[in-house]
């Protein structure tokens, strides 16, 4: 099963679909790949994930996804990072 989601931009709404393995971030970048602008979660909870590219958007949250796994994992074991987390050994 596919995940759908949606990106607004103004008055336009591009429909994409979130591939396997992708985060539903990576998934709503490559969606508006044609627009400019960073898309910003609305709501993630309902079945299509709603993403939306207001300029105004400074922060965003969003609970991690299984597609967000590589990046932690290269983050975890920079060595600046790891001075911090692996006070206490590996």
Known sequence: MSTRLSVVHGDRELDGTVREGESWAAAARRTSATLTGEPAPVDLSSEV??????????????????????????????????????????
């Open 49 to 90: 994930k709603r993403f939306v590219i207001d300029h105004d958007v400074v922060v965003s949250l969003r609970a991690m996804s299984r597609g967000d796994l590589p990046l932690m994992t290269r983050w975890r074991q920079a060595g600046n990072v790891q001075r911090w987390w692996a006070a206490a050994g590996e």
